[in-house]
């Protein structure tokens, strides 16, 4: 097992989802940008990208949708995948790296989510496999969603080192893609953390 993989399994199997630093029981900015910014059919495909055990999947699952939940975490999906068992959404589970290569079966995307992901990954390498799958699973006009720290944002987070995002850094990597809306927005965790994030919404042309 890769030391990474380990180290969100060890952080997953010890803390309960409501003790998790990140949690966020309401998800509010990001269904706004969803509600807002995305004209998405009923039966839309979505991606998760380093779902973790987030309370958003549960939520958007409500509707008949098709969601491809990814994360590097066994655990994490385990858990996930018990709490989503009356969904009437239909659920592929993809346990893997998200920078390495996704299978194109996973494709034709409507929608892909990131919340506090992508900032984990700091090789060129690993930043570019990462975009390469989300420009390839996205249809002609499908959405991408990112609410990731800020430069203002912790440089550090799960015990892990933080590449932090302004919104110039998210539209270098996505250059054909339109920029629909950006915020930053102000995160406070139940133990009264505040965490500066930049939520961005992108889509790809039709
Ligand atoms: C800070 S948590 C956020 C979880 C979830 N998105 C949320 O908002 O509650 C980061 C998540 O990304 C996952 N993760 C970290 N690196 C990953 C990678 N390279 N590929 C896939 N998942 C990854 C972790 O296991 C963890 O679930």
Redesign the pocket.
């Known amino acids: 097992m890769s030391n990474?993989k380990q180290h969100?399994n060890d952080i997953?199997d010890n803390t309960q989802t409501e003790d998790?630093g990140?949690?966020?029981a309401e998800n509010s900015q990001i269904k706004d940008f969803i509600s807002r910014g995305c004209w998405l059919r009923e039966d839309a495909k979505i991606f998760?990208?380093?779902?973790?055990?987030?309370s958003?999947v549960k939520d958007l699952s409500a509707q008949k949708r098709q969601l491809v939940i990814?994360?590097?975490?066994s655990i994490?999906l385990e858990r996930l995948k018990i709490e989503l068992k009356a969904s009437k959404s239909s659920c592929h589970w993809i346990c893997?790296?998200?920078?390495r290569p996704i299978s194109e079966q996973f494709g034709n995307l409507d929608l892909w989510i990131d919340?506090?992901?992508l900032h984990?990954?700091h090789d060129e390498s690993d930043i570019q496999g990462y975009f390469d799958n989300l420009t390839g699973l996205l249809k002609p006009g499908g959405y991408a969603l990112f609410a990731e720290f800020s430069k203002q944002g912790a440089a550090k987070?799960?015990g892990l080192p933080i590449n932090r995002y302004d919104l110039a850094m998210l539209q270098q990597r996505l250059p054909e893609f339109s920029l629909v809306e950006h915020d930053e927005f102000l995160f406070t965790s139940r133990t009264g953390l505040e965490r500066p994030y930049i939520i961005a919404l992108f889509q790809k042309p039709a």
């Open positions: 990474i969100w997953f998790l990140w949690f966020d998760f990208a380093g779902a973790g055990t987030s958003l990814n994360d590097i975490s994490a893997q790296d998200v920078s919340r506090a992901v984990f990954l987070c799960a």
